[in-house]
């Protein structure tokens, strides 16, 4: 353990927090992180008995930072009960690791003597390579097997776990059975739509200049010949992530660099390691119009709804949402599909755990992180109505709705997967990008960023969407909100940056960007502002 550590020696006086999904930081910082992340994946194998998986990715920050997201048996993210273990760890000088490293085996029950597995990908980040190695060296000083996938999405390498962990239940884990798994789903969904004489679908993808270009391309191969898609910023010209992606269409609700939009051409975004996506066009009058995660996780309830009807089966069915959600799309869930809505902390973890509570569980991230998990029980159902239901239309929407498991990656929020199941859906439906566009209107909203000497000093509660410090703080954003109509703020510390977030929707733009400003001003004041007070939008 020396001899390896004094290899990824950690900076004298670094300290680093697991964030909203784990480690990120400058990819200089981060050789130790990674060796250590090694070891804890290969103690946390030891731990469940199963394989764990590490993906060295910083998603969609820029492409001199990395980072580190550890996948737990069942492909979900890493237990929150462990994140402490990884922070000392990551944070241990390097004379105290082997304590570290005894204590978390004791309080963890880790029976240092199993066998240890632990599945590796990376993103193209050109710090990744070095930085998957450092995460071997890990896993192999505490004497565990590993097998390294290099590039690979975020989501393929929580799909690998995860059929590791269940015998090949949910597929084969290589990524020629992920391709396949996704590939027959769709087919089969998309048949049905062609045989209605629908055209061909045509679909222009930003990739971010990331992993997603290199596998979506490996996939095309893969594809009915009746779905065109069209690959924007492979990475093999620009930077990743720079001006491009769903973070920045989302966060700048503009077209990423690199794509030419013609007037209502369907278009998406992946981020850097393709765990996102939104769609977007543009429209005869040159306006452009962002779909995100709140309009896919409405298109995906809607469509499931539907066919749960059709099959005539009573599953309790739930969308899940954070703070960050446009309002008016939890209005038009609740009011007008009439499913219910749940509100949880930032942070795909938080959306999975609770969406695992219904029989069938769908989460989106506003930002265009989710997917839809089904119970167990419901999928039996579904796949034993499929094969054996007498009543032809019942029988056929079980079988869409069995297909729509497979395509589906329920392991995690996954770009490929998830425009799949929209592409399906708008053929089954019938839909253009327009028409889903207009389900509903989304209420003027901005989102801001503060900095602040330490963020730590707000704390919230419910879910989020109030503070209970810094004092005074809430009292303050409560009297601004009341002066705007259909208003709504928060604000936040984030996990994966250093600034406090701010959010806020009111009737007009002008006045959500002029309340949003308001908020900011207090957040400066009351929460320990650092640098210049924040300018008006
Ligand atoms: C407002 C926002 O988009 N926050 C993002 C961002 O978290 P923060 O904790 O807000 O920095 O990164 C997370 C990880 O990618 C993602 O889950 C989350 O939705
Ligand atoms: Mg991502």
Known sequence: LKKYSALHPKPAGLTLQYGTAGFRSKAQQLEHVMFRMGMLAALRSRATGATIGVMVTASHNPEEDNGVKLVDPLGEMLHP?????????????????????????????????????????????????????????GISVLGGQYHDYGLV????????????????????????????KLSKAFMELIKKSLSSGEAQRQLKIDCANGIGALKLAEMETYFPKEVQ???YNDGTKEKLNHLCGADFVKVHQKPPKGLDMEPNESCCSFDGDADRIVY??????????????????????????????????????????????????????????????HCVKTGVKHLHHKAQEFDVGIYFEANGHGTVLFSKA??????????????????EAAKVLENMIDLINQTVGDAISDMLVIE???????????????????????????????RQVIDTTDAERRAVTPPGLQEK??????????????VRPSGTEDVV?????????????????????????????????????
């Open 81 to 137: 009960s462990w994140e402490e273990y990884a922070t000392q760890l990551a944070n241990a000088e390097d004379q105290e690791l082997q304590k570290i490293v005894t204590d978390i085996c004791q309080k963890a029950a880790v029976n240092q003597q199993k066998d240890a597995s632990v599945f590796i990908g990376r993103d193209t980040r050109p710090s990744s390579k070095e930085l998957s190695q450092a995460v071997i060296d």
């Open 153 to 180: 999405t975020t989501p393929q390498l929580h799909y690998m776990v995860c059929c590791q962990n269940t015998q090949g239940q949910y597929g084969k884990p290589t990524l020629e059975g992920y391709y396949q």
């Open 229 to 231: 898609i069209q690959i």
């Open 280 to 341: 977007y066009y543009k429209d005869t009058a040159g306006h452009f119009h962002l779909i995100d995660g709140d309009k896919i996780a409405t298109l995906i309830s809607i469509f499931l709804k539907e066919l749960l009807a059709k099959v005539g089966q009573t599953l309790k069915m739930a969308v899940v949402q954070t703070a960050y959600a446009n309002g008016s799309s939890t209005c038009y869930l609740e009011e007008t599909v009439q499913v219910p809505v």
């Open 378 to 395: 419901a999928e039996n159902t579904i796949r034993q109505l499929a094969k054996e239901e007498k009543d032809d239309a019942k029988r």
């Open 424 to 454: 399906a859906i708008l053929a089954l439906k019938g839909l253009t990008l327009q028409q889903w566009d207009a389900l509903y209107t989304d209420f003027p909203s901005r989102l801001l960023k503060v900095q602040v000497a330490d």
């Open 477 to 490: 954003i409560d009297a601004l909100v009341k002066k705007y109509k259909l208003s709504r703020a928060f």
């Open 501 to 537: 977030r701010v959010y806020a929707e009111a009737d007009t733009q002008e006045n959500a960007d002029a309340l949003a400003h308001e908020v900011s001003l207090a957040v400066y004041h009351l929460a320990g502002g650092k640098g210049a007070p924040p300018q008006p939008i």
